[in-house]
């Protein structure tokens, strides 16, 4: 299982853009890189999921490079409401048996007004 | 109601009692997860089953025990419980394979066990 490594804890104000960053310097060539969203007292929450390039949906960017070892979380003009703890995860993906999926510690991100 | 449901949401219990935490989803998934979560140490997976004859452990798995009475259903077990199982528990569900999918992991809201 590819093991992924994220910073502890991130600060950041309203309006601001955040980028997230994760290694996965062991990623798999079936791994897909998944980002989730967790506040407190409640379960893990799906944000978004690539495997090579750029995905953008209505909430986050995220950015892979050509290499697949790291990938970047991209959350626009965060608001109050972001603070939250996010995990990136590397498994299976679209149509694909397999690993399950393990999260590391996270990143939690504090945003202030 | 939820898709995932855990049941109980919050028990309090003593050192050696047996506990069970149950699992239901109404999403028609074939994988389900049991994952704990401990302040500081984010989440970690304790058994995940891919289908109803299909078990394995996890990263921390030892003093737990799961059974899969049901596509829907996914139970944990502390056969005897001690205070470093104290933690809040989640269950998760997962589509695989027949639909394109992102692999996505549904979360109950959470059992939060407390041993004293």
């Known amino acids: 299982l590819a093991k992924t490594t994220q910073p502890i804890s991130m600060d950041s104000y309203e309006g601001q853009e955040v980028n997230i960053t994760c290694s996965h310097n062991n990623i798999a060539t079936n791994d897909y890189i998944t980002w989730y969203q967790q506040f407190p007292s409640q379960g893990p929450r799906f944000i978004i999921q690539g495997y090579k390039t750029k995905v953008t949906n209505e909430v986050a960017s995220l950015f892979i490079p050509a290499d697949r070892k790291s990938s970047t979380l991209s959350l626009p003009r965060v608001s109050l409401s972001d603070t939250a703890v996010y995990y990136c995860l590397v498994g299976v993906g679209i149509g694909q048996a397999g690993t399950a999926l393990i999260f590391g510690k996270g990143t939690t991100l504090s945003v202030s007004s | 109601d939820a898709d995932v449901t855990q049941t109980p949401r919050n028990r309090i219990t003593k050192t050696g009692k047996r506990i069970m935490l149950e699992c239901s989803q109404t999403k028609g998934h074939d994988r389900m997860y049991w994952y704990r979560q401990d302040p500081g140490l984010g989440l970690r997976l304790i058994y995940y089953?891919?289908?109803?004859?299909?078990?394995n452990k996890g990263e921390i798995s030892d003093g737990y025990s799961v059974s899969r009475q049901a596509q829907a259903k996914f139970s944990l077990s502390l056969e005897s419980a001690i205070p470093n199982q104290t933690a809040l528990y989640f269950c998760a569900t997962s589509d695989f394979g027949v639909k394109r999918n992102t692999g996505e992991l549904f979360f109950g809201e959470g059992s939060r066990l407390t041993v004293l």
């Open positions: 089953s891919f289908d109803v004859k299909d078990i």
